[in-house]
């Protein structure tokens, strides 16, 4: 694996913003759809040793995605997308929000923009994640901090599950 | 109203008076020599960052001192590293979809 692959994160609180960019050592169309699909999203989004659970998607402007984030103990924090905009292999936006398991929002969430790029086989993507509320963005944070304690970097584990495949 | 550490980073003119006090300890009227905004207005934002807990005061004869509470500095640094890691394990599992689904392609 590559690590000289380009990895920029800023936050600007006064803008309630996070700015997220990466670089991918594949195509756009493979990054694209790892970023747009839900079986391929529930694969990497959720940090060890939390797993994703995507009860449904339905990738269109105005289709939504409905998963949750489960913990090694079972807890499961769901959440919801809404899809607001697409331009297919180019950039889509999305509303973020936390729900109950009956799909009802907690508003505020936040709003999500992500740009595609690719150049010599290597894909861009930037990300803004734009939230009402500090509040809200120290709550996705706590969530993911127990979590994240146990394990940082288990990714033998998820090689092993992938190549079983 | 919140008074915690983003709060206190929340403004520019506060930001900078945390730049200045960083470097040595200051009296309001040497801060605000550094603004164009009124002595009241940098003693309000001196106020917010001595209730957020980042800047402490020290009088020293007549005159009171500002200086930063490195430490608490520190909480920042953590709190928005904790959610850099976040995102690197996610990118880091994401790298390793994408080789998968690579080798499934060819």
């Known amino acids: 694996m590559t690590n000289s692959l380009l990895f920029d994160f800023t936050v600007d609180k006064t803008a309630k ?8 050592d594949a195509e756009l169309s493979l990054v694209w759809d790892a970023f747009t699909k839900a079986e391929l999203i529930d694969q990497w989004i959720a940090p060890k040793p939390m797993t994703s659970k995507t ?39 999305m509303y973020n929000a936390f729900a ?5 929002p907690e508003l505020p969430g936040s709003e999500w923009d992500h740009t595609f790029s690719e150049q010599n086989g290597t894909t861009k993507v930037s990300i803004t994640i734009y939230n009402e509320s500090l509040e809200r963005l120290e709550k996705i944070l706590d969530g993911f901090t127990q979590g994240m304690k146990m394990s940082l970097s288990n990714l033998e584990k998820l090689l092993a599950t992938l190549s079983q495949k | 109203m919140r008074r915690d550490i983003f709060q206190a980073i929340a403004d520019p003119t506060r930001r900078a008076i945390i730049t200045l006090i960083a470097l040595q300890a200051m009296t309001p ?14 003693s309000k934002h001196l106020r917010i960052l001595t209730e957020c807990e980042l800047a402490k005061q020290e009088q020293q004869g007549r005159e009171i001192y500002y200086s930063l509470e490195i430490e608490k500095m520190k909480e920042i640094d953590k709190w928005l590293n904790q959610f850099r890691k976040i995102w690197e394990a996610r990118f880091n599992q994401l790298d390793n979809v994408l080789s998968t689904m690579k080798k499934q392609k060819k």
């Open chain 1, 100 to 104: 109950d398991k009956d799909e009802n």
């Open chain 2, 29 to 42: 009227n040497a801060i605000a020599d550094n603004f164009n905004t009124t002595r009241q207005s940098v």
């Open chain 1, 17 to 24: 913003t996070v700015y997220i960019t990466r670089e991918f």
């Open chain 1, 55 to 93: 009860k449904y998607q339905d990738f269109k402007v105005g289709g939504k995605r409905f998963y949750a984030m489960v913990s090694p103990e079972g807890q499961e924090r769901w959440a919801i997308q809404e899809y607001t905009s697409i331009t297919p292999k180019t950039n889509f936006k």
